[in-house]
């Protein structure tokens, strides 16, 4: 299972939005609303964000928000804050009954 | 609070063998699936396996599928994870992750194993 692809990079100024892709196949991103976007900090364990493609757990802020069209899934975060650079993976759940991540996406915050 | 602690990391020479450990508190373990999901030092998270909740069914990624085995035991709260033949490019930070829907919604602070001579 190859892993989905993202932009290695995205940045922004505080107060803007920015949007993260991430795109697969058939078999997963494109075949199931099971998509997820994890936020990672240096050091720490990844921290889920959106699940199912736009729903948000508790706890986590109305300023991420997801979308998927075809093959493609879209992180977006609104009203940008210093506190949300890091980096950020996408996972989808797979025909084969397994999961696959992103290479991951690395938010700088200018 | 939901509690997830990882042990049974360590440096482990090729060929040899780790039994890792997880510990589960705050939430009723035995109701839901987990997973175990690796991350090599400076790269992205890479899902290995998943067991349901009630250890009947459990599923594994191709590049360990033979070679590890999860397993839990819902009396103690506990998802252990055993890996056989461990290689170099196993070498990553190793995170019990408490499956949610389709998702994950809980991860430990994860345990490292190192593979080296």
């Known amino acids: 299972q190859s892993a989905l692809t993202q932009p290695a990079s995205v940045s922004g100024s505080p107060g803007q939005s920015i949007t993260i892709s991430c795109t697969g196949t058939s078999s997963d991103v494109g075949g199931y609303n099971y998509v997820s976007w994890y936020q990672q900090h240096p050091g720490k364990a990844p921290k889920l964000m959106i699940y199912d493609v736009i729903k948000r757990p508790s706890g986590a802020s109305d300023r991420f928000s997801g979308s998927k069209s075809g093959y493609t899934a879209s992180l977006t975060i609104s009203g940008l804050q210093a506190e949300d650079e890091a980096d950020y993976y996408c996972?989808?759940?797979?025909?084969?009954?397994?999961?696959?991540f992103g290479g991951g996406t690395k938010l700088t915050v200018l | 609070e939901v509690q997830l602690v990882e042990s049974g990391g360590g440096l482990v020479q090729p060929g040899g063998s780790l039994r890792l450990s997880c510990v589960a508190s705050g939430f009723t373990f035995s109701s839901y699936w987990m997973h175990w999901v690796r991350q090599p030092p400076g790269k992205g998270p890479m899902w290995i396996s998943r067991i349901y909740s009630d250890g009947t069914d459990t599923i594994y990624a191709d590049s360990v599928k033979g070679r590890f085995t999860i397993s839990r035991d819902n009396a103690k709260n506990t998802l252990f994870l055993q890996m056989n033949t461990l290689r170099a490019e196993d070498t990553a930070i190793y995170y019990c992750?408490?499956?949610?829907?389709?998702?994950?919604?809980?991860w430990g602070q994860g345990t490292l194993v190192t593979v080296s001579s």
């Open positions: 992750v408490r499956g949610f829907y389709y998702s994950s919604d809980y």
């Open positions: 996972s989808s759940y797979t025909s084969s009954s397994t999961w696959v």
